[in-house]
Structures are given as C-alpha cells and as structure tokens.
Nanobody, 114 residues
C-alpha cells in the first residue's frame, strides 16, 4: 500500500486558521471513508474527523464547529480546514482510511501558540 502524503501544517497563533491536505492512492481513496487523525506529545493518536465516500462527515467533540473535513475525489485528496485554532490542537496530523488500512504517512506538524 502507498502511504498517504500530508501537508499544510505550520506554526500559527491561537485563533488563526490552517488548511491541511492529504493525497492518497486513487484505488484506495475513491472507495473508502477517509479520516484525519492527530497525535499530541505523550498522547495516543486520536480520530479528529471522518468523511465517507459520499461526503457525510463526523467530528470529534473537541473540534466540532471549528474544523471542516472535505474531499476531492478527482484529485484523490482529503482536506482539513482548521479555524479558531487553540494551543491544545498542537499535534502531528495524519490521514488514513476510517478503517486504518493504509500505512501511516509522515504526518504534518501543527503548532498553535498562545
């Protein structure tokens, strides 16, 4: 399996926005629900948001109303728009299928300063 490639992270101040992108293999992407996950230092990796192949979405309570997941099936890419960022959003962000069928990519670091 080909690893997803995440991008778009960076260092931002609290209250600002970032948009993450994840490119995945077309054969996997088109037929699977895709998710964004994050892992903060010293914590377990957690699911942040998921989007089905049909576009239905679901979010962790901690990001509801602030983050938006979307997908472009023609580009085999899933996005995570993150608004009103908080220091507790600091983590490495990864994408994978909702069933975790892909090897983990390198992730993209998001650091939010207070």
């Amino acid at each position: 399996q080909v690893r997803p490639v995440e991008s778009g992270g960076g260092l931002v101040q609290a209250g600002r926005s970032l948009r993450l992108s994840c490119a995945a293999s077309g054969s996997i992407f088109s037929s699977n629900a895709m998710g964004w996950y994050r892992q903060a230092p010293g914590k377990q990796r957690e699911l942040v948001a998921v989007i089905t192949s049909g576009g239905s979405t679901n979010y962790a309570d901690s990001v509801k109303g602030r983050f938006t997941i979307s997908r472009d099936n023609a580009k085999n890419t899933v996005y995570l728009q993150m608004n009103s960022l908080k220091p507790e959003d600091t983590a490495v962000y990864y994408c994978n299928t909702a069933r975790l069928t892909l090897p983990w990519g390198q992730g993209t670091q998001v650091t939010v300063s207070s």
